[in-house]
């Protein structure tokens, strides 16, 4: 008896491995990717009767040749590692291509349990099936269930254990008939190959045959290694291709898929009873109206649109606590740490910096989260299936949309599940394509650039602004991804073979947990490479820094301005000395911000000191105030001289900030870009802004 | 085949990869199929399978012979 082992979890897409693996598992995931390529790999751990399983969730797949990276990763593991035992998921309203898969793990023998899911609506839909019956045709325990409700979960975990802990590990593949033709020519291969050193006790002998005669890429490069007994198998393959051919005009794999579906037909026949189906089905009624050829695009339009005013108004308060709550740590930090680079580094570069992008995390997650809702209900697949049409046209695949809409194709996505998307799409080039376009659209680290620019030109309409801006990012990567396809990437179109799976209603669980893990890959993001990306921009903006006799001359500047000021003879009698210019700029200061808070008693309070009347002047000529109060002429005077003052005091700042600025890496750079971007209005401090945003956006890919 | 027209499949001359796609997604001989709609430029066309919804691209579709309104039979 075993009292540790490993199982996986494999079925086709839509057939609830997800739920399932959630429900199993609960919190106790890791994340990884499989060696090589960018599938990820989802482990999870769960105690059962004593008994330690490790679920490893492969990837949704339909079949298990070689046509996608899913499917080759889900190969390579179930034959490298072996796993105990497959839990394959089979979703009972649509049973037929479901088994499809099941019969495949068959042919390889690997121990299987199969999951018969969701026969609520199977049943639903007048579709009864005998999960006895169906389980002695297939000679595999059946465990019917509904993952949703956690129904029948207990007596799957029941099974794993009795089956896996039982340590019988031998493979058993089952005996398919695919025609007398087909079976001979099988039996001889099998035969060579056992006989020969191609011989792998790792691999069933005639599932190899198998993948022979169906020209399975990866078993026939394989044979090529072998030339004696390779040569063999290659006529037997060759003659058995051309007989196929000459009698039934098709290709030996075709009529293996016709019989592996014939299998399933006879065993359906007895294991599924139908109902006549009094139910219409809602699913399709809805496509009717969705995915309408007339109003379909309208209505996607304005999900879109309704998606962004959603996020938008959602995360307007929580962001605006991410940024109080960066802003009090620059300040407490600041307060802690003494003045110098240490302070400013971590102030100005990192706080600033990293902050910046994790400010927006509320806004990444509920876009992330309207993402989710989309991919989990159906909804997406219905986008890809209406955008096929014009992407392709721009040398795209329909499947390309789920990229491109994570990675900000609704604004504030990111690009990293956006490149983790586009491994669903099976061709190399348009993958890469679709890739090398990500990072056009307005991913999130874009956003507060765009926040920016958009509240300084366009505040009255944020949303709508957003919106046409999102509209040129996607053309912008359309019209790029149309010439990267027809110069460097030229190349077939692939198949757009696709299941519109029936409109569900999500799980709060599912769309928190899709939510999280692209909302964490954002963050882990901001946490390596933009903290990296902020420290170089701080050394960027701070070095090399201006001269000590420039920093001198601002401040005699600074002494020269404010002499002048207490030796005019408006101010001469108010204020005689320095100490009296301070106390009343700090007068101001308590003065506004008791205002601010409405704080009446240290309204009244300030209200008594002795400079107040300046106060009252000043904000007489800077408001426009008419005050009850009667103001002497020589305060009003004083009051002017004051403000005069502190504009020029406030431009002595600025112009030494600027020269810092300009002085260093950063400022050199955007003057030199100057000459480029003057048309456009933006002067080097904007080209800084800019240069900033786009470092932050190219490693974010 | 217009809109919602029913029909069973009588051949699938689909090579290569687009025809193992075809095939493993359950469009094989003898299976009974509807048109389902088709997207808003008149291409990819979704049709009923096996008691699902697929769609493929009109170029696909061209390599699949459907014996239209045939009579339906126990």
């Known amino acids: ?701 | 085949m217009s809109d919602n027209q029913k029909g069973i499949i009588r051949k699938v001359s689909g090579t290569g990869d687009m025809g193992r796609r075809i095939r493993e997604m359950g469009l094989v001989k003898e299976t009974p199929i509807q048109i389902q709609g088709r997207a808003p430029l008149k291409d990819p066309v979704a049709v009923k399978i096996r008691d699902y919804v697929l769609t493929l691209r009109n170029n696909e579709a061209n390599s699949i012979l459907v014996e239209v309104d045939v009579p339906e039979q126990d």
């Open chain 1, 1 to 701: 008896m075993k009292k540790k082992f490993t199982i996986a979890l494999s079925g086709n897409p839509n057939a609830g491995k997800t739920t399932v693996f959630n429900a199993i598992t609960g919190a106790r995931q890791e994340i990884a990717n499989y060696p090589g390529v960018t599938v990820e790999k989802k482990v999870g751990k769960v105690t059962h009767k004593g008994f330690k399983i490790e679920v490893v969730d492969l990837p949704g797949t339909y079949s298990l040749t070689a046509y996608s990276l899913e499917e080759i990763v889900a190969r390579d593991f179930l034959i490298n590692e072996r796993p105990d035992l497959v839990v394959d998921i089979v979703d009972a309203s649509n049973l037929d291509r479901n088994l499809y898969l099941a019969v495949q793990f068959r042919e390889l023998g690997i121990p299987l349990v199969i999951a018969l899911n969701m026969v609520d609506v199977a049943e639903s839909r007048g579709i009864i099936v005998d999960h006895k019956q169906l389980s002695e045709l297939l000679d595999v325990p059946v465990i019917p269930m509904v993952a949703r409700s956690n129904t029948g979960i207990r007596e799957l975990l029941d099974k794993v254990v009795e089956v896996a802990g039982g340590g019988d590990e031998e493979w058993r593949p089952a005996a398919i008939s695919y025609g007398m033709d087909i079976d001979r020519s099988l039996d001889e291969i099998e035969e060579i190959i056992r006989k020969s050193t191609i011989f792998d006790p790792k691999y069933p002998s005639g599932w190899r045959a198998l993948k022979c005669l169906e020209g399975d890429k990866q078993i026939v490069d394989l044979l090529k290694r072998y030339p004696a007994a390779g040569e063999q198998i290659d006529t037997i393959c060759r003659r058995i291709f051309k007989h196929i051919m000459d009698t039934l005009e098709d290709e030996p794999e075709g009529i293996i898929a016709d019989h592996r579906y014939g299998f399933i037909a006879g065993i359906t026949k007895k294991a599924v009873k139908r109902k006549i189906e009094s139910r219409i089905n809602v699913s399709d009624k809805i496509d009717k109206v969705l995915t309408n050829r007339a109003i379909g695009p309208l209505i996607m339009l304005a999900i879109l649109y309704a998606i962004y005013e959603f996020t938008f108004w959602a995360s307007e308060v929580p962001v605006r606590w991410f940024e109080a709550f960066f802003k009090g740590l620059g300040w407490v930090i600041s307060s802690v740490l003494p003045e110098g680079y240490l302070q400013s580094l971590i102030v100005s570069g990192i706080i600033d910096g990293v902050g910046g992008v994790l400010g927006f995390v509320p806004l990444i997650m509920f876009m992330f989260f309207a993402i989710a809702f989309m991919e989990d209900s159906g909804y997406m697949a219905r986008v890809a299936y209406m955008l096929d049409r014009v992407l392709r046209w721009f040398g795209l695949h329909g499947n390309s949309v789920m990229a491109l809409i994570i990675s900000g194709g609704i604004s504030g996505g990111c690009a990293v599940p956006g490149v983790m998307a586009a491994r669903t799409l099976r061709d190399p080039k348009e993958r890469i394509a679709t890739i090398l376009v990500v990072p056009f659209m307005n991913c999130g680290a874009k956003l507060p650039i765009y926040a920016v620019l958009i509240a300084a030109f366009f505040s009255a309409h944020k949303a709508r602004m957003l919106f046409i801006l999102t509209i040129l990012s996607w053309a912008f990567a359309l019209f790029a991804a149309k010439i990267i396809r027809s110069t460097v990437l030229k190349g077939p179109k692939t198949p757009f073979v696709m299941e519109l799976p029936p409109y569900r209603m999500p799980t709060l669980r599912g769309l928190l947990i899709h939510t999280w893990e692209r909302t964490w890959q954002y963050i882990k993001k901001a946490g390596t490479i933009i903290l990296g990306i902020s420290i170089i921009l701080w050394l960027m903006m701070t070095f090399p820094e201006i001269s000590p006799e420039q920093v001198k001359s601002f401040e005699a500047n600074r002494k020269v301005i404010t002499k002048a000021f207490l030796a005019s003879p408006d101010v001469k009698g108010m204020l005689k000395h320095e100490k009296a210019l301070t106390d009343l700029n700090e007068l101001i200061e308590s003065y506004d911000k008791a205002l601010k808070e409405k704080d009446m008693t240290s309204i009244r309070e300030l209200e008594k000191k002795p400079l107040f009347p300046l106060v009252r002047a000043a904000d007489f000529l800077e408001k426009g105030d008419f005050a009850k109060h009667k103001i002497p002429v020589s305060h009003l005077n004083a009051a002017a001289r004051y403000i005069n003052y502190k504009s020029d005091m406030i431009e002595t700042d600025m112009s030494e900030q600027q020269a810092r600025l300009k002085g260093t890496v950063a400022g050199w750079i955007g003057q030199k870009l100057e000459t480029v971007t003057k048309p456009l209005g933006f002067d080097y401090r904007t080209n800084i802004a800019l240069v900033g945003g786009f470092a932050a956006k190219d490693q974010h890919t």
